[in-house]
């Protein structure tokens, strides 16, 4: 079977979000404005060129190209000939990169690195490779038989494996971390610091005293760029911590708001509330992809 020319979306019922999709990238949908999308996004351009734009820089692109945008990343493509090709989106409920560092070792390497061009050169071999693996993702896609999210995290999964070798092939620095903390870096270390403690430091003036610069100029930044506050930053990391630990372990509500650094149960449970329009204990009920049936056809 080949990829067709139609889209295919799995929903989660209960948020109505998009979980994951494949579709079809030509002229009437090939990403010209800016996009903030609020979830990963793999796009191969298998035919086209021309330029694109990605966090504060700019490159071309030609075909067989094929890119890695992070949440809220900003990019454009701002093509000079027609392209073709397909896109891969998957929502970091669905999939976290960070969740599955360890297995895939892709944050840094295709995601989350400004240091380097958010791409890869697929050559023949290897498009017939990400060929099959689509493949057998859209047949998954319309089989909602026993363990669909499972098997379609397997294939996602050797997608991203296969994907980052290629880039460390044609990017060995890639790898590397940088060490100039000049400014132009500042939102880069900011999703550092946020990783690396969300779980105990909730305000945004705290963060801009790690970076060394005013909680007003942090602000700006980030709403120049991801069109989010500071506090919006850091409640969505919370908010993705807190909903893998509702739907992959059965700690009680109250343990989870410990270990997010919340003293209060209830006040966690109106702060998720707050982000997410249903408390945690619904979330578990009726979200919890490990709990099977949440994903719908679209």
Not at 148 to 157: A, D, N, P, R, T
Not at 253 to 281: C, H, M
């Amino acid at each position: 079977m080949t990829i067709d020319n139609s889209s295919c979306t799995l929903i989660n019922r209960t948020t109505k979000e998009m979980a994951v999709q494949l579709l079809l990238v030509d002229e009437a949908n090939c990403y010209q404005e800016v996009q903030r999308l609020n979830y990963y996004a793999v796009i191969w351009i298998q035919k086209g060129e021309g330029r694109y734009k990605a966090d504060l820089s700019e490159y071309e692109f030609s075909d067989n190209t094929m890119f890695f945008f992070t949440p809220y990343q900003p990019f454009q493509f701002i093509p000079q000939k027609s392209v073709s090709g397909i896109a891969l989106h998957f929502h970091p409920d669905f999939f976290c990169i960070e969740k599955h560092q360890k297995e895939i070792s892709c944050s840094g390497v295709l995601f989350n690195n400004i240091y380097q061009p958010p791409t890869i050169v697929v050559n023949d071999k290897d498009a017939a490779m990400f060929k099959e693996l689509l493949d057998k993702f859209r047949i998954e896609m319309n089989n909602e038989g026993l363990a669909q999210y499972e098997l379609l995290i397997s294939y996602l999964k050797i997608f991203l494996i296969n994907a980052s070798r290629i880039k460390i092939d044609q990017h060995p620095e890639a790898k590397k971390q940088p060490e100039d903390d000049n400014k132009p870096f500042v939102l880069q270390r900011l999703k550092d610091l946020i990783e690396k403690h969300y779980r105990e430091k909730h305000s945004p003036s705290a963060f801009a005293e790690l970076l060394y610069i005013t909680p007003k100029a942090l602000g700006k930044l980030t709403k120049t760029h991801f069109n989010k506050t500071p506090s919006e930053l850091i409640h969505e990391r919370i908010i993705i911590e807190a909903k893998r630990e509702l739907y992959l372990t059965g700690k009680a509500v109250k343990e989870i708001a410990a270990e997010l650094g919340f003293d209060d149960e209830f006040y966690f449970s109106r702060f998720f509330k707050n982000n997410t329009n249903v408390s945690p204990q619904i979330y578990r009920e009726k979200v919890g992809f490990n709990r099977g049936g949440n994903l719908s056809m679209n």
